[in-house]
Structure formats: structure tokens, C-alpha cells
């Protein structure tokens, strides 16, 4: 029997990601998947799973978790302290974007994180929720896939070889080549230059001739707010409104992961990886996807501006 994780604690939001249902958009089916897929792959390659394995995805307040079985485990994305209990009757820490192994009943904490918003945490053998379309992961919007975590739940693992000490060993020297070694740490392509502040690359279109010319001018000079109303659904951003110059609604049609719709209040709305068809509203540009892991890391109040690609 292929252990399972016990959920003693699920935090503010924590769902089951993997890559995604790409190709279905056509249906009206949203991509879903990982919001900072780097983090999830780097999570995978440190337990040795596949890269398309399923990951649990924290939001802002981390989780708390009991083995069934023994695993091993690694936690990357928003920094956030890690736990592992009981040792010596209490909890210890553990090293964080790093395999850690677990016993039969210890548990793993994940603290809220200290930067950026969403954590991954890796189990080896991945999480084994049956697949919806192709995919394990959690549509906030469609429903689709297992719902989010909820306290009591058993969260089934799946089956996997155990660890050696030598193979151990080699996946701790992976962790350190990723924190020490040059471009490997951290491979958001737009990650934020300070803490606070995000530049997200943007191409223009398909309707940016919607908006008058100065409203073009104050997307890509003007400084935006993250929203808390943020969510996987999409990046909402307050400040200056854009204008339009045409007005009136366009048949809802499919739309882009990093697709930037404008609705009536002339905010911007980033759409993330559960986002829908564009209900009628323009779209001003679509953000690189370079930049996607970056914008889902965000957090309420932190400063985004446009700089557009020039081709």
C-alpha cells in the first residue's frame, strides 16, 4: 500500500498542481497547473520524480501534513520555514528547497511564507489523485480536478522505490549546485528586481487599438498595485484606468495564459493559470510567459509595471 499525506492543517488555499490541461482552451477549459511552474519542476527534480508529477500548492499561510508512510519530501517557490515532528519530542527544522526525509507519523509544517505567495512541496512518487483531462490539477474556476485541501483529508501518494543513501546524497548536491550556482536559483525570467516591485515584459494586442493612445502610454509608465483580490484566476491591479477608445463588448472568445483584459473599470487584470474566456472585454496585450511565475508570486500591495517587448 503507497503511503499518504494526512492534512492536519490545509492553510488559506492549498491545491493539487501539476503542468496543467493544455489544449482544451477551445472547450472553455482553463489551463490550471502550477502558478510558478520552475518552483514545482525544481520541487519534482529534488525527490527524483518526473517533471509532470503532482506537486501541492500552498497560498500565503503554508500547511501542515502527516505521513502514513515513509517519503521524502521538498518544499521550494516562496521561501517559507519548514518543520519536521516529533524529534525529541518537538519539532525540528528543516532545510527548505532541499529533500527531506520523513517517517511513518512525523509531520511536515510549512510556515506562511517570509516572500512571494505560493510554496510547493514534492512528494517522491508524486500525489496520485486520479487524472480529469488529462491533468491531476485543481481548477478553482471549472471545478475540475480534486477540490482543495481540507483537514482530515488523506492525500494518496504514489508508489515509488526507496531511497538509497547514495541516491539521498545525490539529490542534496543537486539542492546545493541550485542554491549556489549561477542562473540556476531562482529562473523566473521577470522576477522581481527588489522585493515589492515586479517589471513584467508585455506584447501589445490583439486589441490594444481599443484604447486611446495615452491609455497605451500609462500601461507601460504608470506603476500598477497588486490587488488582494488576486487569486489563481488572475493578477487584479489597481491605478491609473485605461481609456478606450472604442467602446462596447466583442464576443467572448478564448484567451492566453498572461492574457492583460481590461474590464469596464479600466483596471488591469492579469489572467493567470484558471483563467476564463475574456467575457466580452479587451485585451490590451498578453504578459511573456517569462514572466508568469513572477506575477503568480506577487503578493497585495506590491508594485507591477509593463515595459513592452520590442520585436
Known sequence: MSP??????????????????PGFAHL???????????????????????????????????????ATG?????????PCRVFVGPVLGGMAPAPFASPVRLATGQTLELGAPVGGMRSYLAVRGGIAFDPVLGSRSTDTLSGLGPPPLAVGELVPVGAS???TDREFAALRDEARRERTEPGRANSHGDAPPEQGSLVLSIRLGPREDWFTADAREALTSMPYTVSADSNRVGLRLTGTPLDRAVEGEIPSEGMVLGAVQVPPSGE??????????????????????????????????????????AD
Not at 499525506?5 to 498542481?17: C, K, M, P, R, S
Not at 502550477?34 to 500552498?58: I, Y
Open 4 to 21: 499518504g499525506l494526512e492534512v492536519l492543517d490545509a492553510g488559506t488555499l492549498t491545491t493539487v498542481q501539476d503542468q496543467g490541461r
Open 161 to 163: 522505490a526507496p531511497v
Open 70 to 78: 515513509p517519503m521524502l519530501v521538498a518544499v521550494t517557490g516562496a
Open 268 to 309: 488591469p487584470v492579469v489572467f493567470l493559470a484558471d483563467h476564463p474566456t475574456t467575457g466580452g472585454y479587451p485585451v490590451v496585450g498578453v504578459v511573456d510567459a517569462s514572466g508568469i511565475a513572477a506575477a503568480a508570486q506577487a503578493r497585495p500591495g506590491d508594485t507591477v509595471r509593463f515595459a513592452v517587448i
Open 28 to 66: 472553455g477549459v482553463p489551463r490550471a497547473g502550477a502558478l510558478d511552474a520552475p518552483a514545482a519542476a525544481l520541487a519534482n527534480r529534488l525527490v527524483g520524480n518526473v517533471p509532470d508529477a503532482a506537486v501541492l500548492e500552498t497560498t500565503a499561510t503554508g500547511c501542515a501534513l502527516r
